[in-house]
């Protein structure tokens, strides 16, 4: 048993370890293990109309090409033949299934980090903002997720097991709301463009017919340029601000420790507190989630929301909304001894956090200036999937649509366009309810340095494309289609009307690829 004296650092140490000890009700790691798992299995289903093109042997990435990579070779699917990439989307989504329930929880959680690393070490073309699930459900396997709302707790109660709440440590919790806070606080302050502090960035976003999921503009003409700008400024200030509700956390209990007078625990409460940043948090993320087709982690990030309250607060909540629902008895152990079985879980969260936060903040703060233990913190982050890559829309916003245009040549000559942005995104009138990993898949594409997957992509079509009589083609093309977005006074001056109906966005067309087709 260790003993800890009244001298400074052993109570400092004392502190730490009293932090480490904490325990909770376990409601709030099973609503973050259902709603993170449904939506990890919505994601990760968009992958099958595309395995064949993203890990296919005729595919953009063939197996023979990509798995001497250091990344790839981490991939299962690299030691699987060539009907893995089908067995394991159909295996991950079973485990994935089996964790949101509940069953076997810590198992199905492993496996289920496990095989969604897999997923992207093996080719991350189409990846878009998805090592968001892998953050929050990598700390979610050190968590006992499984005590509350799952299958295992049925079955162990059906057993004769005790029916009261069983208490869980708290420290995967406070992992996760630093890795929130870095999530959204980073994102915050690498928008620097202009687009942002001219508060045109939302009107830019919404314009561009890559991003929104229905034409936009009766939206912007109903909002006007004066609100849209103050929007714009509200999802900026929310993701640079957010960091306060951590601080909150921590200064809030210790104002009221110390006696503070009732006006400053009444401001400290609303500038710092959950109340404010939650609730702006998860509006900002629902409506990127409405407004936008860019992928599943938005909802994911709102869901990740959840790590700031403890369960016996989700636990009012729910009673709240059914009250004919009786709580299940919360087991109140006495405090935990403090012993140094509690080194381990201590030295993991310094670990974690140190390197996540590290490297989270390199675009902010530049390179870590130890090489050798950044070279560390990558390794960790690329074995365990915890990537931290957080610069959506930054530093600003594009004013053009860049679109992607495919087109082949004929034995005979004909030029004839195979599917592109063009029939995909339609000019931005076609309303987008699910979504299309192409529209990712395309954006990269169109990156400069990309001329390799352009070629790649091509040969795809030389393989893949068909005439009317069965023929491939002799050529494939790639061109860029720019269109300059209309300002925000569009709206102001036209109302509702569609730019693209009044030929208001002229496309200029650039060749960038151009291969031969032979035999596949």
Avoid at 229 to 254: D, I, K, M, S
Avoid at 364 to 393: C, D, H, K
Wanted: charged share 20%.
């Amino acid at each position: 048993m260790l003993r800890l004296g009244g001298d400074g650092h052993l109570q400092v140490a004392r502190s730490l370890l009293q932090l480490l000890a904490a325990v909770e009700s376990p409601q709030t790691y099973a609503a973050l293990r259902i709603g993170l798992g449904i939506l990890v299995i919505a994601n990760v289903s968009t992958l099958w109309p595309h395995i064949d093109y993203l890990y296919g042997d005729l595919g953009i990435a063939p197996a023979a090409r990509v798995c001497g990579q250091e990344m790839a070779r981490l991939s299962i699917l690299c030691h699987l033949p060539s009907w893995g990439p089908q067995a394991l989307l159909g295996v991950f989504t079973v485990v994935a299934l089996a964790f949101t329930l509940g069953l076997a929880t810590r198992l199905s959680g492993i496996l289920t980090v496990v095989l969604y690393a897999s997923l992207w070490a093996r080719g991350m073309m189409s990846w878009a903002g998805e090592h968001v699930f892998a953050d929050f459900l990598f700390i979610l396997c050190f968590a006992r997720c499984g005590e509350a709302y799952s299958l295992d707790r049925w079955l162990r109660n059906r057993r004769g097991g005790p029916t009261a709440w069983r208490p869980v440590p708290s420290w995967p919790r406070y992992l996760m709301i630093l890795q929130l806070a870095l999530c959204l606080g980073v994102n915050g302050w690498v928008k620097s463009g202009e687009e942002w502090r001219s508060g045109e960035a939302l009107h830019y976003v919404l314009a561009n017919d890559r991003y929104h999921r229905f034409p936009p503009w009766t939206l912007l003409a109903a909002l006007g340029p004066t609100l849209m700008r103050g929007l714009t400024y509200v999802v900026w200030l929310t993701e640079r601000c957010f960091a306060l509700v951590v601080l909150g956390l921590v200064l809030r209990p210790w104002l009221r420790s110390r006696g503070a007078p009732g006006p400053w625990l009444r401001v400290a409460d609303w500038l710092l507190g959950r109340r404010v940043w939650a609730t702006l948090a998860v509006g900002v993320l629902l409506g990127i989630t409405v407004l936008l087709n860019i992928g599943w982690f938005a909802p994911a990030t709102a869901v990740a929301v959840l790590c700031l309250f403890r369960g016996d607060e989700l636990g009012r909540l729910v009673r709240t909304i059914r009250p004919d629902r009786a709580p299940a008895p919360m087991c109140e152990p006495a405090a935990p001894p403090l012993s140094w079985r509690l080194a381990l879980p201590g030295l993991f969260m310094v670990w974690h956090g140190c390197g996540i936060t590290t490297h989270a903040i390199q675009p902010l703060t530049g390179p870590l200036g130890v090489p050798s233990l950044a070279s560390a913190i990558n390794t960790y982050e690329r074995y365990t999937g915890t990537m931290q890559y957080w610069q959506m829309f930054s530093p600003g916003i594009a004013r053009q649509n860049h679109l992607l245009r495919v087109v082949v040549v004929t034995g005979d000559g004909q030029r004839l366009d195979a599917p592109s942005d063009l029939d995909l995104l339609d000019h931005g009138r076609r309303i987008k309810l699910g979504y299309d990993r192409r529209q990712k898949i395309h954006s990269k594409l169109l990156e400069r340095d990309n001329t390799r997957l352009r070629k790649a992509h091509a040969r795809w079509v030389c393989n893949t494309w068909r005439d009317a009589s069965g023929q491939p083609p002799a050529e494939v093309v790639l061109l860029r289609i720019d269109e300059l977005l209309p300002r925000p006074s569009w709206s102001a001056t036209y109302g509702a009307v569609d730019p693209h109906d009044r030929d208001a966005m002229v496309p200029r067309e650039k060749e960038l690829t151009t291969v031969r087709c032979t035999a596949p």
